[in-house]
């Protein structure tokens, strides 16, 4: 099991941005696929990004496209959500997760929370004027 750690959340104004990070504790993150998701109150867990752990290629929903950028910092094994021109329906908890035993997943990786097993604790982006 890989013990994800988010950090970066906080509270910004509409129009706003923040990079959210995602690092493994006590092992690297270089060869694994890496998902973002979010969660707000009341509604279903839904990805956001993702970024393949062979190839590096990314994957946004819809609803983030041209807005936040996912990328990988090999040197510090840390994968990374840059959010610009936050909306206030982007306000959540947002999560990382991986799974390193889907050979498919680190090809491909995916949108969709149950291709995952192993997740972060998670960390609060509010956005607010």
């Known amino acids: 099991q890989v013990q994800l750690v988010e950090s970066g959340g906080d509270l910004v104004q509409p129009g706003g941005s923040l990079r959210l990070s995602c690092a493994a504790s006590g092992s690297s993150l270089d060869d694994y696929a890496i998902g973002w998701f979010r969660q707000a109150p009341g509604k279903e867990r839904e990805g956001v990004s993702c970024?393949?752990?062979?190839?590096?290629?990314?994957d946004y929903a819809d609803s983030v496209v041209g807005r936040f950028s996912i990328s990988r910092d090999t040197a510090k094994s840390t994968v990374y959500l840059e959010m610009n021109s936050l909306k206030p329906e982007d306000t959540a908890v947002y999560y990382c997760?991986?799974?390193?035993?889907?050979?498919?997943?680190?090809?491909?990786?995916?949108?969709?929370?149950?291709?995952?097993?192993?997740w972060g604790q998670g960390t609060q982006v509010t956005v607010s004027s």
């Open positions: 970024i393949s752990g062979s190839d590096g290629r990314a």
């Open positions: 997760a991986t799974d390193p035993d889907s050979v498919l997943i680190r090809a491909l990786c995916g949108l969709i929370p149950w291709q995952y097993d192993d």
